[in-house]
């Protein structure tokens, strides 16, 4: 269990602290939701847990297989909703992978990646499109 302490610290932005490290983020509500906009908003640390919760996964499964990883990346477009009450609509990933990996290495990536915790997580409450290249 990891324990993350979060705190309002007024005009719409919190502080949050990550117990086993001590990290802290700022959050902030998005400009179109009456924010300012000067750090990530709630839905962007969704959309940027997904992100990263699949190079994480890659990370893993690459370094266990001796593959070079660096330079991957994961494009993320958070869509909200327009109507109805204020959601996440869809998160569409477009994952780039070094071109040094064969087309085997890449389907054992993409498994990897498709099976993150974080997409598992969501999967059935928030629609998503992953792109692999």
């Not at 949050?16 to 700022?26: A, C, I, Q, Y």
């Not at 509500?29 to 709630?42: R, T, V, W």
């Amino acid at each position: 269990m990891t324990t993350i302490t979060s705190t309002y610290l007024g005009g719409l932005r919190c502080s949050s602290v990550h117990g086993p490290s001590g990290s802290v983020l700022l959050s902030d509500a998005p400009i179109d939701n009456q924010g300012k906009g000067e750090a990530f908003s709630p839905t962007d640390l969704l959309a940027t847990a997904l992100a990263t919760c699949i190079l994480t996964i890659l990370g893993i499964v690459a370094e266990r297989q001796g593959w070079r990883l660096e330079g991957s990346e994961v494009r993320i477009e958070k869509t909200m909703t327009t109507e109805g009450p204020r959601m996440v609509a869809l998160l569409e990933a477009w994952i780039s992978l070094p071109s040094q990996l064969d087309p085997d290495q890449r389907a054992v990536l993409r498994r990897a990646g498709e099976s993150c915790p974080v997409k598992l997580s969501l999967e059935g409450a928030v629609p998503m499109r992953l792109h692999w290249s």
